[in-house]
Protein backbone atom coordinates (compact mmCIF):
# COMPACT_ATOMS: atom_id res chain seq x y z
CA UNK A 1 0.00 0.00 0.00
CA UNK A 2 1.44 3.25 -1.01
CA UNK A 3 0.80 5.92 1.83
CA UNK A 4 1.26 9.55 1.21
CA UNK A 5 3.74 11.89 2.52
CA UNK A 6 2.28 14.81 3.15
CA UNK A 7 -1.26 16.41 4.80
CA UNK A 8 -2.65 19.32 4.72
CA UNK A 9 -3.43 21.30 7.67
CA UNK A 10 -6.67 23.57 7.66
CA UNK A 11 -6.71 23.24 3.85
CA UNK A 12 -10.39 24.74 3.89
CA UNK A 13 -9.11 27.63 5.17
CA UNK A 14 -7.31 30.84 3.47
CA UNK A 15 -4.17 29.74 5.05
CA UNK A 16 -3.56 26.20 4.55
CA UNK A 17 -0.50 24.82 5.47
CA UNK A 18 1.24 21.25 3.81
CA UNK A 19 3.73 19.73 5.88
CA UNK A 20 5.43 16.16 5.85
CA UNK A 21 3.58 13.47 7.44
CA UNK A 22 6.10 12.17 10.55
CA UNK A 23 6.16 14.88 12.62
CA UNK A 24 8.11 14.98 16.31
CA UNK A 25 6.03 15.16 19.67
CA UNK A 26 8.49 17.14 22.42
CA UNK A 27 7.07 15.91 25.60
CA UNK A 28 9.97 13.22 26.43
CA UNK A 29 12.29 15.52 26.07
CA UNK A 30 11.74 16.94 29.40
CA UNK A 31 12.63 15.25 32.77
CA UNK A 32 11.05 12.70 34.85
CA UNK A 33 7.28 12.60 34.94
CA UNK A 34 7.63 15.48 32.43
CA UNK A 35 8.61 17.42 34.21
CA UNK A 36 12.11 19.84 34.72
CA UNK A 37 15.27 19.95 32.32
CA UNK A 38 16.15 16.71 30.31
CA UNK A 39 18.65 14.26 31.68
CA UNK A 40 20.47 14.47 28.64
CA UNK A 41 20.54 18.18 27.28
CA UNK A 42 22.88 17.98 24.46
CA UNK A 43 21.09 15.36 23.03
CA UNK A 44 17.66 16.82 23.28
CA UNK A 45 18.88 20.05 21.28
CA UNK A 46 20.66 16.90 18.84
CA UNK A 47 17.64 15.37 18.53
CA UNK A 48 15.66 19.02 17.55
CA UNK A 49 18.12 19.91 14.64
CA UNK A 50 18.16 16.09 13.58
CA UNK A 51 14.51 16.55 13.27
CA UNK A 52 14.73 19.32 10.54
CA UNK A 53 17.87 18.11 8.75
CA UNK A 54 15.22 14.54 8.59
CA UNK A 55 13.09 16.58 6.93
CA UNK A 56 10.34 17.05 10.01
CA UNK A 57 8.73 20.53 9.62
CA UNK A 58 5.70 19.64 12.32
CA UNK A 59 6.68 19.86 15.68
CA UNK A 60 4.25 19.66 18.93
CA UNK A 61 5.18 21.44 21.74
CA UNK A 62 3.59 22.97 25.54
CA UNK A 63 4.47 25.76 27.97
CA UNK A 64 2.94 23.36 30.48
CA UNK A 65 6.07 20.30 29.01
CA UNK A 66 8.74 21.03 31.80
CA UNK A 67 7.20 23.30 32.62
CA UNK A 68 8.76 25.81 29.82
CA UNK A 69 11.38 23.36 29.50
CA UNK A 70 10.29 22.08 25.42
CA UNK A 71 9.70 25.46 24.69
CA UNK A 72 13.30 26.69 25.65
CA UNK A 73 14.87 23.63 24.02
CA UNK A 74 12.88 24.35 20.51
CA UNK A 75 13.98 27.75 20.65
CA UNK A 76 17.36 27.26 21.31
CA UNK A 77 18.44 24.45 18.87
CA UNK A 78 16.04 25.66 15.66
CA UNK A 79 15.25 29.86 16.23
CA UNK A 80 15.90 31.58 13.72
CA UNK A 81 13.09 29.09 12.38
CA UNK A 82 12.84 28.08 8.88
CA UNK A 83 9.59 29.11 6.61
CA UNK A 84 8.00 26.01 6.78
CA UNK A 85 8.35 25.05 10.39
CA UNK A 86 5.60 24.54 12.06
CA UNK A 87 5.44 24.96 15.63
CA UNK A 88 2.28 23.63 17.47
CA UNK A 89 1.42 23.95 20.66
CA UNK A 90 -1.36 23.45 23.50
CA UNK A 91 -3.10 25.61 25.99
CA UNK A 92 -5.54 24.72 28.99
CA UNK A 93 -3.52 22.54 31.37
CA UNK A 94 -0.93 23.84 33.47
CA UNK A 95 1.37 21.68 36.80
CA UNK A 96 1.88 22.41 40.12
CA UNK A 97 5.09 22.16 41.84
CA UNK A 98 3.86 18.45 43.03
CA UNK A 99 3.96 17.74 39.21
CA UNK A 100 -0.03 16.96 39.45
CA UNK A 101 -1.36 18.46 36.08
CA UNK A 102 -4.44 20.90 36.95
CA UNK A 103 -6.66 22.42 34.42
CA UNK A 104 -5.63 26.18 33.28
CA UNK A 105 -8.67 27.09 30.76
CA UNK A 106 -10.06 30.53 31.63
CA UNK A 107 -10.08 32.82 28.99
CA UNK A 108 -7.43 34.97 31.10
CA UNK A 109 -5.86 31.37 31.65
CA UNK A 110 -5.78 30.70 27.79
CA UNK A 111 -4.38 34.61 27.19
CA UNK A 112 -1.69 33.75 29.61
CA UNK A 113 -0.52 30.48 27.89
CA UNK A 114 -0.65 31.88 24.17
CA UNK A 115 1.48 34.89 25.36
CA UNK A 116 3.45 32.73 27.54
CA UNK A 117 4.06 30.19 24.55
CA UNK A 118 4.80 33.19 22.00
CA UNK A 119 7.95 34.63 24.26
CA UNK A 120 9.06 31.79 25.35
CA UNK A 121 9.57 30.31 21.39
CA UNK A 122 10.05 33.99 20.15
CA UNK A 123 7.17 33.77 18.22
CA UNK A 124 4.71 36.43 16.86
CA UNK A 125 1.91 34.53 15.79
CA UNK A 126 1.13 30.82 16.83
CA UNK A 127 0.50 28.80 13.98
CA UNK A 128 -1.61 26.42 15.40
CA UNK A 129 -2.48 25.89 19.02
CA UNK A 130 -4.67 23.17 20.33
CA UNK A 131 -7.70 23.56 23.19
CA UNK A 132 -6.27 20.79 25.92
CA UNK A 133 -9.44 19.13 27.76
CA UNK A 134 -8.86 18.33 31.20
CA UNK A 135 -11.59 16.29 32.27
CA UNK A 136 -13.32 17.79 35.56
CA UNK A 137 -12.69 21.24 34.81
CA UNK A 138 -15.42 23.43 36.30
CA UNK A 139 -14.77 26.10 32.74
CA UNK A 140 -17.39 24.93 30.11
CA UNK A 141 -15.79 23.76 26.69
CA UNK A 142 -17.26 26.59 25.14
CA UNK A 143 -16.29 29.16 27.21
CA UNK A 144 -13.06 28.40 26.55
CA UNK A 145 -13.11 27.69 22.83
CA UNK A 146 -14.59 31.20 22.80
CA UNK A 147 -11.29 32.76 24.32
CA UNK A 148 -8.91 30.64 21.34
CA UNK A 149 -11.44 32.22 18.64
CA UNK A 150 -11.17 35.50 20.13
CA UNK A 151 -7.30 35.03 20.28
CA UNK A 152 -7.64 34.09 16.65
CA UNK A 153 -9.69 36.96 15.58
CA UNK A 154 -6.62 38.83 17.44
CA UNK A 155 -3.78 37.78 15.35
CA UNK A 156 -2.17 35.62 18.40
CA UNK A 157 -3.27 32.08 16.46
CA UNK A 158 -3.19 31.24 12.79
CA UNK A 159 -5.03 28.23 13.34
CA UNK A 160 -6.98 26.54 16.21
CA UNK A 161 -7.21 23.31 17.32
CA UNK A 162 -8.58 20.93 20.00
CA UNK A 163 -6.77 17.97 22.45
CA UNK A 164 -8.21 15.13 24.52
CA UNK A 165 -11.73 15.78 22.90
CA UNK A 166 -14.82 13.58 23.62
CA UNK A 167 -17.23 13.35 19.86
CA UNK A 168 -19.86 15.69 21.55
CA UNK A 169 -16.87 17.90 22.07
CA UNK A 170 -15.28 18.43 18.52
CA UNK A 171 -19.09 18.43 17.09
CA UNK A 172 -19.69 21.59 19.53
CA UNK A 173 -16.40 22.85 18.66
CA UNK A 174 -17.01 22.37 14.56
CA UNK A 175 -20.25 24.76 15.38
CA UNK A 176 -18.55 27.30 16.70
CA UNK A 177 -15.74 27.90 14.23
CA UNK A 178 -13.00 26.15 11.36
CA UNK A 179 -10.83 23.06 13.84
CA UNK A 180 -7.62 23.26 12.32
CA UNK A 181 -6.63 19.50 13.71
CA UNK A 182 -7.88 17.46 16.64
CA UNK A 183 -4.87 15.91 19.16
CA UNK A 184 -6.13 12.80 20.59
CA UNK A 185 -4.29 9.75 21.93
CA UNK A 186 -4.19 6.79 19.47
CA UNK A 187 -2.24 4.04 18.64
CA UNK A 188 -2.26 0.55 17.66
CA UNK A 189 -2.45 -1.05 21.36
CA UNK A 190 -4.68 2.18 22.42
CA UNK A 191 -7.20 3.48 20.63
CA UNK A 192 -10.07 4.33 22.85
CA UNK A 193 -10.67 6.60 25.81
CA UNK A 194 -8.81 5.22 29.33
CA UNK A 195 -8.77 6.27 33.01
CA UNK A 196 -4.94 8.26 33.50
CA UNK A 197 -3.46 9.59 36.32
CA UNK A 198 -4.34 13.57 35.47
CA UNK A 199 -8.05 12.00 34.38
CA UNK A 200 -10.05 10.38 31.25
CA UNK A 201 -7.64 10.51 28.44
CA UNK A 202 -9.62 10.67 25.17
CA UNK A 203 -9.37 8.00 22.49
CA UNK A 204 -8.41 8.85 18.38
CA UNK A 205 -11.07 5.68 17.55
CA UNK A 206 -14.05 7.67 18.77
CA UNK A 207 -13.16 10.62 16.43
CA UNK A 208 -11.16 9.52 13.30
CA UNK A 209 -14.37 9.21 11.30
CA UNK A 210 -15.51 13.06 12.11
CA UNK A 211 -12.17 14.19 11.13
CA UNK A 212 -11.76 12.71 8.24
CA UNK A 213 -15.52 13.22 7.17
CA UNK A 214 -14.42 16.87 7.54
CA UNK A 215 -10.75 16.52 6.10
CA UNK A 216 -8.79 17.48 9.92
CA UNK A 217 -5.59 15.72 10.67
CA UNK A 218 -6.13 13.64 13.55
CA UNK A 219 -2.48 13.92 15.97
CA UNK A 220 -2.04 10.61 17.86
CA UNK A 221 -0.25 11.37 21.09
CA UNK A 222 0.73 8.31 23.49
CA UNK A 223 0.94 6.68 20.17
CA UNK A 224 3.02 3.65 21.13
CA UNK A 225 1.26 3.26 24.02
CA UNK A 226 0.31 -0.67 24.62
CA UNK A 227 -2.68 -0.57 27.55
CA UNK A 228 -2.33 -4.18 27.93
CA UNK A 229 1.09 -3.50 29.26
CA UNK A 230 2.18 -6.44 26.95
CA UNK A 231 3.73 -7.24 23.54
CA UNK A 232 1.08 -7.19 21.10
CA UNK A 233 2.14 -10.59 19.14
CA UNK A 234 0.54 -9.25 15.68
CA UNK A 235 2.90 -6.58 15.85
CA UNK A 236 5.84 -7.97 16.65
CA UNK A 237 4.39 -10.91 13.60
CA UNK A 238 4.91 -7.88 11.13
CA UNK A 239 8.23 -6.29 12.91
CA UNK A 240 9.46 -9.73 12.53
CA UNK A 241 8.54 -10.04 8.37
CA UNK A 242 10.31 -6.31 8.15
CA UNK A 243 12.78 -7.03 10.08
CA UNK A 244 11.72 -3.74 11.98
CA UNK A 245 11.10 -2.64 15.48
CA UNK A 246 7.61 -2.67 17.33
CA UNK A 247 7.55 0.84 17.29
CA UNK A 248 8.05 1.11 14.28
CA UNK A 249 5.21 -0.96 12.86
CA UNK A 250 3.10 0.68 14.94
CA UNK A 251 4.19 4.25 13.24
CA UNK A 252 4.03 2.79 9.67
CA UNK A 253 0.40 1.31 11.18
CA UNK A 254 -0.64 4.85 11.75
CA UNK A 255 0.12 6.20 8.41
CA UNK A 256 -1.71 3.19 6.55
CA UNK A 257 -4.66 3.57 8.53
CA UNK A 258 -5.70 6.70 7.58
CA UNK A 259 -4.26 9.25 4.79
CA UNK A 260 -5.77 11.89 7.82
CA UNK A 261 -3.58 10.95 10.62
CA UNK A 262 -0.70 12.67 10.94
CA UNK A 263 2.19 10.99 13.97
CA UNK A 264 4.45 12.83 16.03
CA UNK A 265 5.82 10.46 17.80
CA UNK A 266 8.29 11.50 20.55
CA UNK A 267 11.66 10.19 22.54
CA UNK A 268 14.56 11.72 24.24
CA UNK A 269 17.03 9.20 22.03
CA UNK A 270 18.66 10.19 19.37
CA UNK A 271 19.20 6.49 18.33
CA UNK A 272 15.50 5.91 18.33
CA UNK A 273 14.60 9.18 16.58
CA UNK A 274 16.52 7.57 14.15
CA UNK A 275 14.49 4.57 14.04
CA UNK A 276 11.16 6.24 14.13
CA UNK A 277 11.84 8.50 11.01
CA UNK A 278 12.48 5.04 9.31
CA UNK A 279 9.46 3.94 9.70
CA UNK A 280 7.76 6.30 6.91
CA UNK A 281 9.91 3.69 4.81
CA UNK A 282 8.11 0.81 4.86
CA UNK A 283 5.02 0.20 3.20
CA UNK A 284 2.71 -2.32 4.34
CA UNK A 285 0.55 -4.28 2.30
CA UNK A 286 -3.67 -4.74 2.64
CA UNK A 287 -2.78 -8.53 4.17
CA UNK A 288 -0.54 -6.51 7.03
CA UNK A 289 -3.09 -3.96 7.68
CA UNK A 290 -5.67 -6.80 7.80
CA UNK A 291 -3.96 -8.88 10.23
CA UNK A 292 -2.93 -5.80 12.45
CA UNK A 293 -6.67 -4.77 12.26
Do not use: C
Given at each position: ??????????????????VSRLGYGTMRLTGEGIYGEPVNR???????????KSGVNFIDTADYYGEDVTNRLISEALHPYSDDLIICSKVGGARKPDKSWIGFNTPENIRSSIENNLRTLRLEKMDLVHFRVMPG??????????????????????HVGVSN???????????????????????????????AHYGDTRGGEEVLDLCEQNEIPLIPFFSLLNSLGKKDNRISTIAHKYGATNAQIN???????????????????????????????????????????
Open positions: MSISKHITIAGQSHSPIQPEALQILKQAISKVPFEESMEAMFELQQEGKILVERSELKSALKMGKIATVENMYGHGQRTTIKIAWLLHKSPWILPIPGTSSLNHFDENMKAADINLSQEDMDFLN
